[in-house]
């Protein structure tokens, strides 16, 4: 009950917070930020589903985005972006068929055809089932095929979907290299991503604990172990692929939205990159990691133009000096809290040799002619995440929050002295009270603490 008012409580606040924001002046940078944490949140969650939880590697999460994005984008299309097409490449079956607004209005729905939040509730779930029908076929070699082998796999699927809509044949409904331009900028608000972005959260924290879940982490443990123990393997892995497509297209119709347009480059493979910085920064198998490691690309991302800029070299030197010795600093203080021997590695110590010696350059070059010659790098936020992963991969394998998921009970400690809910049905004898003399004391107090 305690940990059900802290949450109700906490997103009240958040939701009070956003509030604010949207009436503040100057806060438009911020809320798209927010914004675009809640939609690249949706699509890390999903992509967690199959990397972390199922133990499979996916590279094509991005297509299954492009096809959510396209979807919605056709469906959400007013008439007066539609009449330019007619003498481009989108064709009049797609541009007289492809509406939404005609399909509601000829089935008596003209009241949710003239509200656009309704339509986009309709095209959003439709742009799911898109990507859902593909999830099924991009899971099906899951059933044979594992490894590096799978990923290929996926990757390939993921680029072909991504580079369909400029093939001629599906250039009539995609309007081909030239895109989807002109979705209404009304739909996908703030408030539509943050409410999804919750309903996401709800949903897979469900369940990743449900006997589905639990088979989820059986198969990624040991797939012969869990087939032994009565798992449908097939059915197992072509759902979590079917459900992370169908929020991976929510999350694709979402950023249309927010990019009011959608081609074949909004989509490329830098997309699935980001999603996997994600989940590998915050923890593979974690939804609370999925959803840090999501903050941190996005602010990377919007707010990292300062990377790029012009600098005396010796700032990169000083950079790449102070990351090194700080991940080294990182990780002798999580191998110490976590009592693992040896605290530090001999990795350890040539990363952190390594920083050390580009500080100690950067000390005493720092006047040299070829350290204060002004040097930009583009492309420095990929190339940061891309250093960020790297590190993860060498410090702490796991991520920030390893398996594991936020809890009140991290803040306020676990009541030991009461059995969970939870323990009680897996374990019948703590109801009993023939077989447990102090269950009825047990429940007496849940009833009081309640």
Known sequence: MRNHLLTLATVGLVTLGLYLLTQMDGTSGLLSALRLIFIWGIAAISLNLINGQLGILSLGHHGFMLVGGYVTALLMLPEKERRPFRTRLLSDWARDNLDLDKWLRGLGLDFIANSIDLK???????????????????????LRLKGD???????????????????????????????????????????????????????????????????????????????????????????????????????????????????????????????????????????????IGTAVVVLVRNYGGFLEQPYPAWVGYLSGALLMLGAFAFSAYIRKTRRLRPVIETKHYIFGAIGLALLLVTVFFRNEPWMTQTVQFFGMRKILLAVILILIMIYRREGVMGRAEFSWK?????????????????????????????????????????
């Open 120 to 142: 986009f509730i309709i095209a959003l779930f439709i742009a799911g089932l898109a990507a859902a029908l593909l999830g099924v076929l991009v899971g099906a070699p899951s």
């Open 149 to 291: 082998y799978l990923a290929i796999v996926t990757f390939g699927f993921g680029e072909i979907i991504r580079l369909l809509p400029n093939a001629p044949e599906v250039a009539a409904f995609t309007n081909g290299p030239l895109g989807i331009k002109g979705i209404p900028g009304d739909a996908g608000t703030i408030w539509w991503t943050f409410f999804a972005f919750l309903f996401v959260l709800w949903f897979f924290t469900r369940l990743k604990f449900s006997s589905y879940g639990r088979a989820f982490e059986g198969i990624r443990e040991d797939e012969i172990a869990a087939e032994a123990m009565g798992v449908n393997l097939a059915y197992h892995k072509v759902l979590a692929f079917t459900i992370s497509a169908f929020f991976a297209g929510v999350a694709g119709g979402l950023y249309a939205s927010y990019l009011q347009s959608v081609d074949t480059q909004t989509f490329n493979f830098f997309v699935t990159f980001f999603l996997l910085v994600a989940i590998s920064l915050g923890g593979l198998g974690s939804i609370t990691g999925a959803v």
């Open 410 to 450: 991290l803040i306020f400690g676990p009541r030991e002295d009461i059995p969970s809910e939870e323990q009680r049905k897996q374990d019948a004898w703590l109801s009993n009270p023939e077989l447990n003399p102090g269950a009825s004391e047990t429940k007496e107090d849940d009833d009081a603490s309640a």
